[in-house]
């Protein structure tokens, strides 16, 4: 499906309203006007996937309970920098860096990117959390960080794996249900300036 398929894709939700299919074409409209390739699956499709980003895997899901999920992978082989991807995770929430790029932390040896990471994002103000999961049946653990920003809650939150990925989700708002949260251009507009950054 084209990019302009995908403005069409199930837009006949009510006037005003934030059904998946309306808030799915703005979010394709958007990221599209800053020249990204959006490409959906199918018609009426709520997941979009964002091509001829080099070196980089993305994939936006807007579910039907009013929030999205964006994932950015590196493609395999491709080094994942911790101080690019605290540069990342800072303006995806909000809290720009206080510091240039450069000095941001690098890959220290004998500590993951969670860790170099996370401990860089938590010495710049925002909260992380270390997530465990267990496989009691193959016997094998994984783990992410959760990380949000305390002063803008409303910006969601991102989670980084040490597999090069990094999954940002957060809701809508929606003044109807007095729910607080992001506005969908705003969603496209922080994916677009990650992207192009």
């Known amino acids: 499906m084209s990019t302009q398929q995908a403005r069409e894709a199930d837009a006949t939700g009510r006037d005003g309203d934030s059904t998946p299919g309306t808030v799915i074409s703005t979010v394709a409209d958007r990221l599209a006007d800053h020249g990204l390739d959006v ?4 018609r ?19 579910c039907e309970g009013g929030s999205a999920e964006w994932e ?12 690019v991807i605290t ?4 303006n995806i929430l909000g809290a720009s860096p206080t510091r240039p790029q450069a000095t941001l932390p690098q ?28 496989d009691d049946f193959f016997f094998e653990v994984q783990s992410e960080i ?11 939150a991102v989670r980084i794996a040490d597999d ?8 809508f708002t929606d003044p109807a249900a007095d729910a607080d949260g992001i506005d969908p251009e705003d969603f496209a507009e922080t994916i677009a300036k990650v992207l192009a950054g």
């Open 39 to 42: 490409r959906s699956t199918e």
């Open 164 to 171: 090069n990925s990094i999954r940002w989700e957060c809701s």
């Open 146 to 156: 959760e990380v949000t920003n305390p002063a803008q809650p409303s910006r969601g």
């Open 44 to 62: 009426g499709s709520h997941y979009l996937k964002i091509t001829h980003v080099p070196g980089v895997l993305c994939d936006v899901v807007i």
């Open 87 to 90: 540069s990342l995770v800072l």
């Open 107 to 134: 890959r220290h040896p004998n500590r993951t990117l969670m860790s170099v990471a996370g401990r860089a994002l938590t010495d710049r103000g925002m909260q992380v959390c270390l997530q465990v999961y267990t």
């Open 72 to 83: 950015y992978r590196l493609s395999r082989g491709r080094y994942a920098d911790p101080a």
